[in-house]
Nanobody, 121 residues
Framework: QVQLVESGGGLVQAGGSLRLSCAAS????????MGWYRQAPGKQRELVAT???????NYADSVKGRFTISRDNAKNTLYLQMNSLKPEDTAVYYC???????????????WGQGTQVSVSS
């Protein structure tokens, strides 16, 4: 069994910073693409940023220049550094792994439980 557990959310004032972490636990060989997604109340879940196992990144236009995604493959941990936060960044942030390879097979589209980020004006 593989699990993704997010941490680091909280309440911050506009202009502030937060760092989210997502730890992958369990017995597996590798994870391909990992990403952060967010869902605000009454809205659909949307992509924030993704990163491949080789380190190639992709960002939503709304967070470019403010957020930085990174991963430590040795620690099986994904990060999201969020700077210059805005009230519109308020949402539940979810970690995703598109493909997890293990001795028992492959798990596709794995999600964490989410962590709340609230930005006050």
């Amino acid at each position: 069994q593989v699990q993704l557990v997010e941490s680091g959310g909280g309440l911050v004032q506009a202009g502030g910073s937060l760092r989210l972490s997502c730890a992958a636990s369990g017995n597996f060989f590798s994870i391909n693409v990992m990403g952060w997604y967010r869902q605000a109340p009454g809205k659909q879940r949307e992509l924030v940023a993704t990163i491949t196992s080789g380190g190639s990144t992709n960002y939503a236009d709304s967070v470019k220049g403010r957020f930085t995604i990174s991963r430590d493959n040795a620690k099986n941990t994904l990060y999201l550094q969020m700077n210059s936060l805005k009230p519109e960044d308020t949402a539940v942030y979810y970690c995703n792994a598109d493909r997890v390879r293990a001795h028992w097979g492959t798990k596709y589209d794995l999600w964490g439980q989410g962590t709340q980020v609230s930005v006050s004006s």
